[in-house]
């Protein structure tokens, strides 16, 4: 357990034995509702049951299983474990603000949700956000896709290169995602989102090409609430740039109206496109937070 130990604790891990057989993807691949695997196989090999989602393939339902225990699952096979997770972490500078810094959040709730999808025989990959100045894609693939439990180590060497600096251009970084994509999987986006680029645009691109979307909002307290007041330099931690400012009761309700639209917009969206939104503070307990996610609702 000591190469787990930065990211994920032995407690940690239990919390998230008990959650990855409720983790679905829902991924549109080479059938309805299924995951297509690369790998046929002459047989369909039982692997596991996991929770019964909307959506899913009644003839797959363990009936006898719902029986005895009056919960519903479904049978998952060995041909179909070739689904993939991508866990697209936004690098920009301002993850790096907080105590907990949010991109430390961000790496341990990747590395959560890395780990349920490696534990059950899936494949994960991270993916970070980067500036697209000069020609550059906006998209860094921190290492290569890996596969079942022995790729979690080189899951969390990945998860600790994807640094915060400078500026990320979020929504460029989406669409290239989903052109590089051969097939769709689960798109886990892991940002505060305070990004001024099309992000539910590109978004929408991604849903329609048949990702499974889930954001992962990660801010601080005093972005929620902010509790100063007189006069300040605030400086863009992505661009350097600097401006004097008032904090008085006007500048701050303007600031929360504003914060409240955008987390607003992103939960619009999630509910349009049937995708999962979480929104997670710094200060608050993980386990709660991969909870939501594995339930696939809206905060």
């Given at each position: 357990m000591t190469e787990l130990s930065n990211l994920l604790d032995p407690e940690f891990v239990r919390e998230l034995e008990a959650l990855r057989r409720r983790l679905a993807i829902r991924a549109r691949s080479g059938a309805a509702g299924e995951h297509a695997a690369r790998r046929k196989g002459s047989s369909a090999e039982f692997q596991e049951h996991r929770g019964y989602v909307p959506g899913d393939d009644l003839r797959r339902v363990d009936w006898l299983a719902f029986a005895r225990t009056g919960e519903p699952v479904v049978k998952l096979f060995r041909a179909e474990e070739d689904a993939i997770v991508r866990l697209l972490v936004d690098g920009s500078a301002s993850l790096d603000y907080g105590d907990p810094p949010k991109i430390e959040v961000a790496r341990r709730l990747a590395a959560a949700i890395g780990y349920m999808a490696l534990a059950g025989s899936q494949r994960a990959e991270v993916l970070v956000a980067r500036s697209a100045a000069e020609g550059t894609s906006g998209l860094a693939r921190a290492g290569v896709p890996r596969r079942g439990r022995g790729g979690l180590a080189g899951l969390l060497r990945d998860l600790e290169g994807?640094?915060?600096?400078?500026?990320?251009?979020?929504?460029?970084?989406?669409?290239?995602?989903?052109?590089?994509?051969?097939?769709?999987?689960?798109?886990?986006?892991?940002?505060?989102?305070?990004?001024?680029?099309?992000?539910?645009?590109?978004?929408?691109?991604?849903?329609?090409?048949g990702h499974d979307v889930t954001l992962l909002q990660i801010v601080t307290r005093d972005e929620i609430e902010p509790g100063f007041e007189g006069?300040?330099?605030?400086?863009?931690?992505?661009?350097?740039?600097?401006?004097?400012?008032t904090m008085d009761t006007n500048a701050i309700e303007a600031y929360v109206l504003r914060f409240a639209g955008l987390v607003e917009e992103l939960r619009?969206?999630?509910?349009?496109?049937g995708a999962g939104y979480v929104r997670a503070t710094t200060d608050e307990a993980l386990e709660g937070v991969i909870r939501r996610f594995v339930a696939r609702g809206v905060d």
């Open positions: 994807a640094a915060p600096e400078g500026a990320a251009d979020l929504a460029r970084a989406i669409e290239q995602l989903v052109l590089r994509s051969r097939r769709p999987g689960m798109l886990v986006v892991l940002s505060d989102f305070f990004d001024a680029g099309p992000v539910t645009e590109a978004l929408t691109r991604a849903h329609a090409a006069d300040f330099t605030l400086v863009d931690a992505e661009t350097g740039a600097s401006v004097d400012v619009a969206w999630a509910r349009r496109h």
